[in-house]
């Protein structure tokens, strides 16, 4: 093969490899991946056989794209290693919740719900509250919580909490 082949050969993978640069570097905002951590576990009796969680967390979004709430999940860890999903306490049973169970605390954070929006580019403190069926000392004796988000279009993000 001649000279000239290989010179023009070299720069067509070049011209490519720039291409693809810039192809990617131009989409990385449009993958939907968030990034947080749960700050704080608020527990307490309801019942003799039922106990309630308050998980404050913050998440960020470092997309150019919301994140729309599809789906919430909060997973207990049991000592034994089983787990046991709760039951989420909707949005407006919250300020019920914790005005009847002052143990829990105050409201500090804006509650989250199917269908809110986490901005592009924004950083935010939100909070959960869901009931157990199991007793508070196995509450806290669990080894943790597992919080789990899932977008609308199919994206997931989940975190845990060791107690």
Not at 98 to 109: D, I, K, P, T
Request: hydrophobic fraction near 40%; aromatic fraction near 10%.
């Amino acid at each position: 093969m001649s000279k000239r082949f290989y010179i023009f050969l070299g720069v067509g993978v070049v011209i490519v490899v720039v291409g693809l640069f810039f192809v990617f570097s131009s989409t990385k905002g449009a993958h939907l991946q968030l990034q947080g951590k749960v700050l704080k576990v608020r527990t307490g009796e309801l019942d003799p056989n039922s106990s309630a969680a308050v998980v404050d967390f913050r998440v960020q979004n470092p997309s150019d794209v919301p994140f729309v709430v599809r789906e919430v999940k909060v997973t207990l860890e049991n000592a034994d290693g089983s787990s046991q999903e709760g039951s989420l306490i909707a949005k407006t049973d919250l300020k019920v919740l914790l005005s009847y169970n002052r143990f829990l605390g105050a409201q500090y954070n804006e509650a989250l719900s199917l269908q809110d929006r986490i901005p592009p580019r924004a950083t935010v403190d939100r909070m959960v509250a869901v009931r157990f069926e199991v007793p508070l000392k196995n509450l806290d004796h669990a080894k943790g919580l597992k919080l789990y988000l899932q977008d609308v279009d199919g994206p997931e993000w989940e975190t845990e909490y060791r107690f």
